[in-house]
C-alpha cells in the first residue's frame, strides 16, 4: 500500500475537492487526480463520484477514509516509537493566538522527545494571520500555525489544514433554554470581536436566526469568553477547543448553527520550501495530537 496515495485520498476528502487537496499535498491537480485513480484500482472499488461537481465521496469511499486515517496514524506512531532516522534541523514556527491553546505545545514536546536533533523556536506568537502571512513570505518564518482557509489561493503559500472544529454556545450553568438561540437569549451576551472570515460568519448567522442580541460586553480572546461566562457575567461563542475548558467550570455547552460553520486550523509554509520535509513532521503531529483529543 501506498502511504503517498493514501495520505492524498485523506487531503482529498477532507478539502473537497482535487484542487484544494493538490495545494495542501504540494502536487498538480492531474497528479492527485491520477493517484486517485490508482488506488481504486488497486482496492478495486469507487472511492468517488465523479458525476458530482467537485466529486464527492461514495458509501465505501466514506468508509474507507477511517481505514486510511488509521494506517497512516498506525504508521506515523511506529516511526516514532521504533525509527532510528536522525531527524535534525530547526525550525522557526509563528503562531495566531488560538493555535497556541490547540495542541502546539503538546506537539513541541512530542517532537522533541522524538527528535532530539530537531531545533523548534516558536517566533512571531499572538500575532494575525495576514501578519504571520507575511513573514513567511518573507522568508522570516519557515512556517506558522493560522486560522483559515486563506480567502484567495496563493502561488507561493502552501496552506495545509490539520483540525476542524464547530462552534459552540458556552452559558453558565442553569441558564434556561434547550436551542442554541434560546440559550443566547436568555443570558447577557458576551460577543468575540470579529477578525477572521469565520467570526464575521458567527454575526452572520446570528442576523440569519433573527436574533436581535445587544452584547453586553466585547472581547477580544476566546480565552476571556470562557473567563467571562465562568464568572456567570453572560454566554458566549466558542470554537470546538474552549469546549473541554468550559465543561471544567460546569458550564452549559450547546452547539452553535449546524455542523457547516467551521473554523480550520492550520499550517502556512512557502510551497517547496527546503524544510518541507520537517514542516510535513510538525503537520503530522498536529493532525494526530487533534485526532486523539476529539477521540478522547
Known sequence: MDLRKLATFVATAEYGSFSRAAQAVNLTQSAVSQQMRE?????RISLFDRTARPPRLTKVGRMYLETARAILDTHMRFMERHSRIDITGNLAIGAVRSALSAGLPEA??????????LSLRLVGS????????????????????VVGPPREE?????????????????????????????????APYLRFVPILPSEHEIDAIIA???????????LDSFEAIVLMVSAGLGAGIVPGLYVPRARQHHLRVVPFGDHTLTRELGII????????????????TLSRLRRDQAEG
Open 269 to 284: 509554509s512557502r510551497r517547496r520550501h527546503k524544510k518541507m520535509a520537517l514542516i510535513e513532521l510538525l503537520h503530522a
Open 126 to 145: 499572538g500575532r494575525l494571520t495576514t501578519e504571520l502571512t507575511e513573514e513567511v513570505r518573507a522568508g522570516r518564518l519557515d512556517a506558522a500555525l
Open 39 to 43: 488506488l481504486e484500482q488497486q482496492l
Open 108 to 117: 513541541l514536546h512530542a517532537l522533541k522527545q522524538n527528535y532530539p536533533g
Open 208 to 218: 440569519r436566526k433573527g436574533l436581535h442580541l445587544t452584547a453586553e460586553v466585547e
Open 154 to 186: 496563493s502561488r507561493d503559500i502552501l496552506w495545509k489544514s490539520y483540525a476542524s472544529e464547530r462552534f459552540y454556545v458556552i452559558a453558565p450553568r442553569g441558564t434556561p433554554g434547550l436551542t442554541d438561540d434560546e440559550v443566547l437569549i436568555s
